[in-house]
């Protein structure tokens, strides 16, 4: 577990493909226990550990996934995340090349949990949501381009289905139309980028971490 930023109140780690956030039916450790032991060990804290979960990103996805150490920081970090305060930037390494160097994205999204995949649909069914992004051109390769994604809103698996939408989807993502598999199993999605107020000492956080090594050839 990479930790890029601690203080007594949240914790903020960079997560790896293949590790999910919090429990689900796989019974595989979540990130929150990989936490509650680390914090239990390296401050010798007796009985339970407190580690909330503000957010999540998908399992296949790499990068930056805040926590909280405390009740008071849980609370006011649900909040900001609920009014758009928490903002994350995400690097997708997409197939072929966007007609469009940088452009808005906006469709209806509804999700199936039955087979755990988000769709395009339209406005008149009652269960789609409204959904946008924001995206622009990092870098061009022969085969893949690098984009840079800001959610304007934050629905199941937006990044992934809309972009595929457009006809590129994300290198490795087979589930949304991705040609082959990397061999990590993940696909080339990242939590790249978060910049927040602290919830407590309100100052302003910012971090960054290194992009994914395929998406670093092309830089």
Known sequence: MEVVYEDNH????????????????????????????YLKEKYNKPGNVFCGVVHRIDRPVAGLVIFAKTSKALERLNRMLRDGEIHKTYWALVEGKPEKSEATLENYLVSDGR???TFISDDKNPAAKKSILNYKTIATGDRYTLLEINLLTGRKHQIRAQLSATGHPIKGDLKYGARRSNRDGGISLQAHKIEFTHPVSKLPISI????LPDAAKLL
């Open 208 to 211: 960054e971490i290194p992009p």
């Open 10 to 37: 949240i914790i903020i780690v960079n997560k790896e493909v293949g590790e999910i956030v919090q429990g689900d039916k796989t019974g595989d450790t979540p990130l929150s226990e990989t936490i509650k032991s």
């Open 115 to 117: 087979i755990n995949k």
